[in-house]
C-alpha cells in the first residue's frame, strides 16, 4: 500500500508504536526492514521530507499483543531500546512488530519449542539483527541462560496449562527486579470446563504466588475469545521504610 501524501501516521500513546490514519485507522510498526513484509501484512510507505519511512500494519486478529494495544493497556512496557524474554513466538508475527518497537537499540529473545515454524522465526531473525532466536522448551531456560542477558519485559504466550510455572521460572533467571510480564492466558487452554474468569482469578493467584504483582487485566474481545492478558510487575523495589517496617514486625 502506498501511502505517499494521502496517508498521516501518527505516534500512538505507546511509545514505538504508530496509527496510520486512513478510512479506518490502523496500528502500525516502523519496518526494520524497509521493503519486505514478514507474513504478508501490509506496508505503508510515508515521505518525510527527502526520507521515505515505511510502516507495517499490525493486525490485531492475528497478535494479542495487537489486540491488547487496541483494548486500551495502560502500560505496554516493551518499547524502544527494551530487552524482551518472548516465549512462545511460533514463527515470529508478533516477535516482528516487537522487534520493530525495540529497534536496533533493543532486544528480542524468541523462544518456540516446536521445529517447524521455528525454522520460520530463524529465517526472519536473519534480517533483524534484534531477534535472537532460541528453538528451546520454554520449560527449561537453563539450556539457553547463555544466549539470555536479564530482561526488561518477559511476554508469553505459550498457551499452555503450566504456563505460570513457566513464567516464573523464565523470570528467576532472567527478569530483572522491578521488570515487567505480559501474559495472554486462554482460558480453554488451562481448563476447558470451567468459567474463564474463574480460570483467569486462579492464575492470577498462581502469578502472585511467585512474586508476581498484576497490575491490569483485560480480555481479548472483540479479537480473540475467552482471552485474557495479564500485565504488570515483578518482584517490586521496596519503597523507603518498608524494609524497616518488615524488620519491626518480624522481631515482635
Ligand atoms: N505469540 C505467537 C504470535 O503472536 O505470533 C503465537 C503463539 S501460539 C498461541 C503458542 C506457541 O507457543 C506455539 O507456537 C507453541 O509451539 C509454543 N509453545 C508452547 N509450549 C511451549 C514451550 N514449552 N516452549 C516453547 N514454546 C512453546
Not at 496517508?7 to 524497509?34: S, Y
Not at 507495517?56 to 527494551?82: T, Y
Request: proline letters at 6%; aromatic letters at 8%; charged letters at 30%.
Amino acid at each position: 500500500m502506498k501511502g505517499g501524501a494521502k496517508v498521516i501516521v501518527e505516534p500512538h500513546r505507546h511509545e514505538g508504536i504508530f496509527i496510520a490514519k486512513q478510512k479506518e485507522d490502523v496500528l502500525v510498526t516502523r519496518n526494520m526492514v524497509v521493503g519486505e513484509s514478514v507474513y504478508g501484512e501490509k506496508r505503508i510507505s510515508v515521505e518525510q521530507g527527502d526520507q521515505k519511512i515505511e510502516y507495517r500494519v499490525w493486525n490485531p486478529f492475528r497478535s494479542k499483543l495487537a489486540a491488547a494495544i487496541l483494548g486500551g493497556v495502560d502500560n505496554m512496557w516493551i518499547k524502544p531500546g527494551a530487552k524482551v524474554l518472548y516465549l512462545g513466538a511460533s514463527a515470529g508475527t508478533t516477535v516482528s512488530h516487537v522487534s520493530d518497537i525495540v529497534g536496533p537499540a533493543g532486544t528480542v529473545y524468541a523462544v518456540e519449542f516446536a521445529h517447524r515454524p521455528g525454522r520460520d522465526l530463524i529465517n526472519m531473525a536473519k534480517k533483524r539483527p534484534n531477534i535472537v532466536p532460541i528453538i528451546e522448551d520454554a520449560r527449561t531456560p537453563q539450556k539457553y541462560r547463555m544466549l539470555v542477558d536479564m530482561v526488561d519485559v518477559i511476554f508469553a504466550d505459550v498457551a499452555q496449562p503450566d504456563q505460570a510455572r513457566i513464567v516464573a521460572i523464565n523470570a528467576a533467571y532472567f527478569l530483572q527486579n522491578g521488570g515487567h510480564f505480559i501474559i495472554s492466558i486462554k482460558a480453554s487452554c488451562i481448563d476447558s470446563t470451567s468459567d474463564p474468569t474463574a480460570v483467569f482469578a486462579r492464575e492470577v493467584k498462581k502469578l502472585q504466588e511467585a512474586d508476581f504483582k498484576p497490575r491490569e487485566q483485560l480480555t481479548l474481545e472483540p479479537y480473540e475469545r475467552d482471552h485474557a492478558v495479564v500485565i504488570g510487575v515483578y518482584r517490586p523495589p521496596k519503597k523507603a521504610g518498608e524494609e524497616t517496617k518488615e524488620k519491626e514486625k518480624k522481631k515482635k
